[in-house]
Nanobody, 123 residues
Framework: VQLQASGGGLVQPGGSLRLSCAAS????????IGWFRQAPGKEREAVSC????????TYSDSVKGRFTISRDNAKNTWYLQMNSLKPEDTAVYYC?????????????????WGQGTLVTVSS
């Protein structure tokens, strides 16, 4: 199982980025997948999750209405569209996969992790 996150970078406040996570070694369609982030000096926190069938999503209160998670099972890839970015969104973003079709906000419920991609929101 390998997860490869990409799409991070430097963006101005109010800007947008789209993160991608490419999966290999397993078939994505059976699993819930998500995004977490870790800011300097802080614990890793859940950002968003999507169920295996794509019908259920969760978002942290801090990103609700600004971020959108989606998945493309045919490409074995999922995404996090981030709009209206704020400086407090600055963090390393990690993609992760559960061994379940249902979402969770608990880090330890995710068994496979990508390497992280840095998002910096600054003027």
């Amino acid at each position: 199982v390998q997860l490869q996150a990409s799409g991070g970078g430097l963006v101005q406040p109010g800007g947008s980025l789209r993160l991608s996570c490419a999966a290999s070694g397993f078939t994505l369609q059976y699993y819930a997948i998500g995004w977490f982030r870790q800011a300097p000096g802080k614990e890793r926190e859940a950002v968003s999750c999507i169920t295996s069938n794509g019908f259920g999503t969760t978002y942290s209160d801090s990103v609700k209405g600004r971020f959108t998670i989606s998945r493309d099972n045919a490409k074995n890839t999922w995404y996090l569209q981030m709009n209206s970015l704020k400086p407090e969104d600055t963090a390393v973003y990690y993609c992760a996969r559960r061994s379940s079709s249902y979402c969770s906000r608990t880090r330890t419920d995710f068994s496979s992790w990508g390497q992280g991609t840095l998002v910096t929101v600054s003027s």
